[in-house]
């Protein structure tokens, strides 16, 4: 048997509801010999008889009632399938992941992700943290629709949707020594005391490397975890210091007064930036793109900031 032309399965149902050629023809708008032609052209098909002529009509065959829970088989699938497809556009079903660094967890969760979720509760929306160097290939690959990475390096198969300036800072307690000192700070100048950082792979611990070999120092860090948590944590009980690449991941802390951002001094600490990608060329749902646009136009890592795209 040949693959079967859905085409001519609409002629062939009309011909089994009116049980004759000319009945389907009527019922069809077309002329006898089109209908004729085309149930001969299925039954060659199938390699089989779908009706027996008679004077009075057709009658249908065993292999026509077969062919027609096919058929209607077919019609269940296509209306299940289109029924799939206006849930998609109206955001009542599909699935979207973002990326992003772990600093911007809370924040986009609280002003983007948790407000989405509750207008459109039957999307499930998966939020994960990654290192920069994941979170960007998770993105060309296509297993995550957006990435929000700081100071990822730039890709060919990447598209910035948009950026935003967030400079690195030493992040201590309130009353830390270091904050009597005026002026911003040098690497050196923090050697005494406890480091925390990000492990190697996350976008502000690679700008750390960039500046240790821009200023001969090295660091020696007393904690290592990829929770900003953690490090805040460690800040707050010790006079530790730690390294802060935005801060939203801090800003409840910095507010309260609990701990503070010093500026520090290299020029390269100015440069790092925010960005917000997805693969080049991807065509997204409706509801990646909705919240595309949602972090891009509303999260406040980018709101009021010039953006560069």
Same mark, same amino acid.
């Given at each position: 048997?040949?693959?079967?032309?859905?085409?001519?399965?609409?002629?062939?149902?009309?011909?089994?509801?009116?049980?004759?050629i000319r009945?389907?023809?009527?019922?069809?708008?077309?002329a006898p010999s089109?209908?004729?032609?085309?149930v001969?052209?299925?039954?060659?098909?199938m390699?089989?008889?779908?009706f027996?002529?008679?004077?009075?009509?057709?009658?249908?065959?065993?292999?026509?009632d077969?062919l027609?829970e096919y058929?209607?088989?077919c019609?269940?699938?296509? @209306?299940q /399938?289109? #029924?799939r *497809?206006?849930?998609? &556009?109206?955001?009542?079903?599909?699935?979207?992941?973002?990326?992003? !660094?772990?600093?911007?967890i809370?924040?986009?969760t609280?002003?983007?992700v948790?407000?989405?979720?509750?207008?459109?509760?039957k999307?499930?929306?998966?939020?994960?943290?990654?290192?920069?160097?994941?979170l960007n290939?998770?993105?060309?690959e296509?297993?995550?629709?957006i990435?929000?990475a700081?100071?990822?390096?730039p890709?060919?198969?990447?598209h910035f949707?948009?950026?935003?300036?967030?400079p690195v800072?030493l992040?201590?307690r309130?009353?830390?020594?270091?904050t009597?000192?005026?002026?911003?700070?040098?690497l050196?100048?923090?050697?005494?005391f406890p480091?925390?950082l990000?492990?190697?792979?996350?976008?502000v @611990?690679? /700008?750390? #490397?960039? *500046?240790?070999?821009a &200023?001969?120092v090295?660091?020696?860090?007393?904690?290592?975890?990829n !929770?900003?948590?953690?490090?805040?944590?460690?800040?707050?009980?010790?006079?530790?210091?730690?390294?802060?690449?935005?801060?939203?991941?801090?800003a409840?802390?910095?507010?309260?007064?609990q701990?503070?951002?010093?500026e520090?001094a290299?020029p390269?600490?100015?440069?790092?930036?925010?960005?917000?990608?997805?693969?080049?060329?991807r065509?997204?749902?409706?509801?990646?793109?909705?919240l595309?646009?949602e972090?891009?136009k509303?999260?406040?890592?980018?709101?009021?900031q010039p953006?560069?795209?």
């Amino acid at each position: 048997m040949r693959e079967i032309n859905q085409k001519r399965l609409k002629y062939f149902h009309e011909v089994l509801v009116h049980r004759s050629i000319r009945g389907a023809a009527e019922a069809l708008n077309t002329a006898p010999s089109v209908i004729t032609r085309q149930v001969a052209l299925l039954e060659e098909e199938m390699g089989l008889a779908l009706f027996e002529r008679r004077a009075r009509g057709v009658v249908p065959t065993d292999a026509a009632d077969h062919l027609l829970e096919y058929w209607r088989a077919c019609q269940a699938h296509q @209306e299940q /399938l289109a #029924e799939r *497809l206006r849930a998609i &556009e109206s955001m009542d079903a599909g699935v979207v992941r973002i990326v992003v !660094s772990e600093g911007f967890i809370d924040g986009l969760t609280e002003q983007i992700v948790a407000p989405f979720c509750e207008v459109h509760p039957k999307l499930s929306v998966t939020l994960d943290a990654l290192a920069v160097s994941e979170l960007n290939s998770a993105v060309i690959e296509d297993t995550a629709h957006i990435g929000l990475a700081y100071n990822p390096e730039p890709d060919p198969l990447l598209h910035f949707v948009t950026s935003a300036s967030a400079p690195v800072k030493l992040m201590v307690r309130a009353g830390h020594p270091l904050t009597r000192i005026a002026g911003p700070l040098h690497l050196r100048q923090i050697l005494d005391f406890p480091l925390a950082l990000m492990p190697p792979g996350y976008g502000v @611990e690679r /700008l750390v #490397e960039m *500046l240790e070999y821009a &200023e001969h120092v090295k660091l020696q860090p007393s904690l290592r975890s990829n !929770s900003v948590m953690a490090l805040k944590r460690f800040v707050r009980s010790t006079n530790g210091v730690t390294f802060i690449g935005a801060g939203l991941a801090a800003a409840a802390e910095i507010e309260a007064g609990q701990l503070i951002a010093l500026e520090l001094a290299h020029p390269l600490c100015q440069t790092a930036q925010v960005r917000l990608f997805v693969r080049q060329g991807r065509p997204l749902s409706v509801a990646a793109n909705r919240l595309l646009t949602e972090i891009e136009k509303n999260f406040s890592v980018f709101r009021n900031q010039p953006a560069n795209t």
